[in-house]
């Protein structure tokens, strides 16, 4: 097998005996990035010199028999959502196209504290919003399973980026199923954790009360050895939680015997094209097989989780984004294109009108105008108030299944990955994608899709799992179980 085919936790074990060098391993990536990236587009950019100068130096302290980090000279991938110092960090967007960081987020410090090696920043959905990343400022990224299909968003370039072997880790980000979706759709694994479980610090805002950073890997043992390096209570962010770092590796290995699963009857509907349908069957039958016990519950509401989405997470944008005004930092629109609003226009309100409309995409755009409505004098108890308590209606539905079972097991998505461009003028359809994943952000709970097949024209499928809070070691024991006994996430597409 080839260096850059085989999982994290096998080349971890190569850097530690000395078989192979972070040096020629980092090299190595970025070698596979130069051939395939310009056609998968799932890296925004990369700093060779840099990386390898990283890997040299993990390198030299590992022969001075100097103790290195968890990750050890690993090569990692990080969502250009992340501020990285130093490294222009963009969200995929014109508005942050030359923004410089003074700081690293608090994961982009932790894995440099683990002795990770950043290759560089993966594309997105333009400031993470989209399910397809073809909202990026800078075009969109493909399926490496398809190049004419999507690969998911918003963090589609991390998974992307993984399934053409570019990487042997990655972090996104999910606010709605931006992890976990493009993880289904390019065949690996991807892991939201509980809200507050991964700092939020660094992290450049769209709804911050369903942010969430997290790993995908290509295995559940490699996103828990990339979880156990980014996890951990952050002073820096409130909303962190003050719980110690379980041994997520160590979970991974042991038996499933005893488990409880949920089936959701809602995530069964109409809407569940019948390849997934069935390959999320059969997966749930080698649960059944593996020791856990399998029953239907119900979550009757469910059916309203969209709806509130994106009520909430709209409204959150329109009030994060509020600060690109090109006043600060960031773009700002060219002094010609100002006078358009008229003389007796206020100059800084039409500095600020312009910037805004050069600056954001049309899906930003679109986002910040329902928030802004629903946040509006006269619409705010019609629409966020009502959103907010259907959020904690769907937040009891999920704490009345976790007293019945372990975990609630179902699909990611409601089909395979589509082609480019076939969503792109019906948002509403565009929405839709999320209809299994956004529940788990709105009761921030941890959740995780690992691939269970393919469908008949060779594209990944996912099934997803959800947990109570904190319940990250459940779901990758589960993980692990299941892919001790299946060889899906082994597969890589033909990228010649």
Not at 1 to 8: G, K
Request: aromatic share 8%; proline share 5%; hydrophobic share 40%.
């Amino acid at each position: 097998m080839a260096l850059i085919e085989q999982s994290a936790t096998e080349l971890l074990g190569l850097l530690q005996r000395g078989e192979v060098s972070s040096c020629e391993l980092t090299g190595a990536f970025l070698d596979q990035i130069d051939a395939h990236n310009p056609h998968v587009h799932a890296f925004l950019r990369t700093d060779r010199d840099c990386a390898l100068q990283q890997a040299d130096l993990i390198d030299t302290r590992r022969a001075h028999g100097e103790p290195v980090g968890l990750l050890g000279g690993l090569p990692v991938a990080v969502k250009d959502i992340l501020c990285t110092r130093g490294t222009v960090t963009s969200c995929a967007s014109k508005m942050l196209e030359n923004y410089m960081p003074p700081y690293d987020a608090t994961v982009v410090a932790r894995l440099k504290q683990a002795d990770a090696v950043i290759l560089g920043k993966t594309n997105m959905d333009e400031f993470a919003m989209g399910g397809s990343c073809e909202n990026s400022a800078f075009g969109p990224t493909r399926n490496p399973w398809n190049t004419g299909c999507i690969p998911g968003g918003s963090s589609g370039g991390a998974a992307a980026s993984l399934a053409a072997s570019m990487t042997p880790l990655s972090i996104g980000t999910d606010t709605g199923g931006s992890i976990r979706q493009p993880a289904s759709h390019c065949g690996i694994v991807g892991l939201k954790p509980t809200y507050g479980r991964v700092s939020r610090y660094g992290l450049i805002a769209f709804a911050s009360s369903l942010d969430a950073v997290g790993p995908l890997a290509r295995s559940s043992e490699d996103v828990a050895l990339l979880l156990e390096a980014i996890a951990g209570h952050d002073a820096r962010d409130s909303t962190s939680i003050d719980r110690s770092v379980g041994d997520y590796r160590a979970a991974t290995r042991r038996p499933l015997e005893g488990l409880r699963l949920g089936m959701v009857l809602e995530h069964f509907g109409e809407r569940l094209d019948s390849e997934v349908a069935q390959k999320v069957r059969d997966a749930i039958d080698l649960f059944k097989d593996l020791g856990a016990s399998v029953q239907e519950i119900a979550m009757p509401h469910s059916q309203y989780a969209i709806s509130a989405y994106y009520i909430i997470a709209p409204s959150e944008a329109s009030s994060n984004l509020a600060r690109y005004d090109g006043a600060h930092y960031g773009f700002r629109a060219d002094a010609a294109d100002w006078a358009d609003g008229g003389a007796d226009e206020n100059p800084l309100v039409q500095m600020y009108r312009s910037t805004r409309a050069e600056g954001f995409g049309a899906e930003v755009k679109r986002r910040i105008m329902l928030g802004t409505y629903a946040l509006s004098a006269g619409y705010y108890d019609a629409y966020y108030l009502k959103a907010l308590k259907v959020r904690r209606l769907i937040a009891q539905d999920y704490h009345n299944a976790f007293k019945q079972v372990d975990l609630i097991v179902g699909p990611v998505t409601p089909s395979p990955a589509f082609k480019l461009g076939d969503k792109s003028e019906d948002p509403l359809s565009m929405y839709l994608v999320d209809l299994y994943t956004v529940g788990a952000n709105l009761a921030g709970i941890p959740a995780l899709s690992l691939p269970c097949g393919f469908s008949s024209t060779g594209l990944p499928i996912g099934i997803q799992l959800q947990g109570a809070a904190l319940s990250e070691e459940l779901l990758l024991q589960a993980a692990g179980s299941y892919q001790r006994q299946t060889t899906w996430h082994m597969q890589r597409p033909d990228l010649a």
